[in-house]
């Protein structure tokens, strides 16, 4: 067995593949590096991109992730549409917590 292993802290282990007609679910190994460096919760659902000037300001290291609640945490304000990219992880169609789609504005 290699270094990765399955995510011991939520219970979804694939996602649909959309938009093809495969029949068998796309297979997700939940990873340890997807875990909030803060709290340790998978940021599975909670993916997406920022300006560097807003990631580094909580994140000085650029090291890791950071759920929304523990970013919000560091940045002492809670995150706008403007903070984020215009990379495609934020506008196209996928998972998300509803917090995310708060933030983001959609
Ligand atoms: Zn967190």
């Known amino acids: 067995m290699d270094r990765t292993q399955l995510c011991g802290s939520c219970d979804v282990g694939s996602i649909p593949t959309e938009g093809t007609n495969l029949k068998t679910p796309m297979k997700v190994i939940h990873n340890k590096k997807f875990h909030c460096i803060d709290c340790n919760k998978d940021t ?29 945490t560091r940045l002492g304000r809670k995150l706008t549409k403007k903070d984020f990219t215009k990379a495609i992880i934020n506008t196209i169609e996928t998972r998300r917590t509803a917090k995310l789609k708060n933030r983001l504005s959609i």
């Open 44 to 72: 599975w659902n909670e993916y997406y991109m920022l300006y560097s000037k807003v990631w580094k300001k909580a994140n000085p290291e650029d090291k890791g992730m950071l759920c929304i609640d523990c970013l919000e």
